[in-house]
């Protein structure tokens, strides 16, 4: 049973193209992100959505859109993708319980090239 | 904004060897977490800590929460090789729906 799953796990596509990750949590937790691993390993948030409502949105442009259409999903529509999104995209998801939080869990993550 | 300096970036020991590495911070934490991540996959957690001072061990890793609440430690006792990978302390404030920052990761390589 994946706890948090994410697809597809590549992704390879031109520059100037539109694409999609998906992005499940079994967890039952009501809290989901979106985080950037770049090619030194540095992992950044990008947006983190609590039960369905935008709580966080870092300095992301424009083309990168998170929709989530329940508090089990949360997926990411990037526009006009440019070379410099290539990258890994993870999945995480957590619950909130008010002042401790609980840590996050991270799906296996998408690895995007954009060439 | 925040950031999290972690060191060594990098270590290479001997199996059986203990390892140390430790995490820093411009601002304040609640919660600090240690994290791994195994080539092609998520990280995943190995420890939370709650509580300036804490010290807790999951098998052979024990970290603390730096009284000073900017800092965190791991250690690694007698490693072997399946500990290589890449290890992330990660820091949240409480309160709210506060994002959790990532540290810059060592990465760890175990000699047989």
């Known amino acids: 049973d994946t706890a948090v799953s994410q697809t597809p796990k590549y992704l390879v596509t031109q520059m100037g193209n539109d694409k999609s990750i998906k992005c499940e949590q079994n967890?039952?937790?009501?809290?989901m992100y979106w985080y950037k691993q770049d090619s030194k390993k540095f992992l950044k948030i990008m947006f983190s959505?609590?039960?369905?409502?935008?709580?966080i949105n870092e300095t992301v442009p424009n083309r990168f859109s998170p929709k989530s259409p329940d508090k089990a999903h949360l997926n990411l529509h990037i526009n006009s993708l440019e070379l410099g999104d290539s990258a890994v995209y993870f999945c995480?998801?957590?619950?909130?319980?008010?002042?401790?939080?609980?840590?996050?869990?991270f799906g296996n993550g998408t690895r995007l090239t954009v060439t | 904004g925040q950031q999290l300096n972690q060191s060594p970036q990098s270590m290479f020991i001997q199996e059986g060897e203990d390892v140390s590495m430790n995490c820093t911070s411009s601002?304040?934490?609640?919660?600090w977490l240690w994290y791994k991540q195994d080539p092609g996959e998520g990280p995943v957690l190995l420890i939370a800590?709650?509580?300036?001072?804490e010290l807790t061990s999951n098998g052979r890793l024990t970290a603390q929460f730096g009284i000073t609440r900017k800092d965190s430690f791991l250690n690694i006792s007698a490693s072997i090789p399946s500990d290589v990978g890449i290890y992330f302390c990660?820091?949240?404030?409480?309160?709210?729906?506060?994002?959790?920052?990532f540290g810059t990761g060592t990465k760890l390589q175990v000699i047989p």
């Open positions: 995480a998801s957590s619950q909130d319980l008010g002042v401790k939080g609980s840590p996050l869990h």
């Open positions: 967890l039952g937790h009501d809290t």
């Open positions: 959505y609590n039960n369905k409502e935008l709580i």
């Open positions: 601002s304040i934490f609640n919660t």
């Open positions: 800590l709650y509580k300036a001072g």
């Open positions: 990660a820091g949240r404030i409480s309160g709210g729906y506060q994002k959790v920052t």
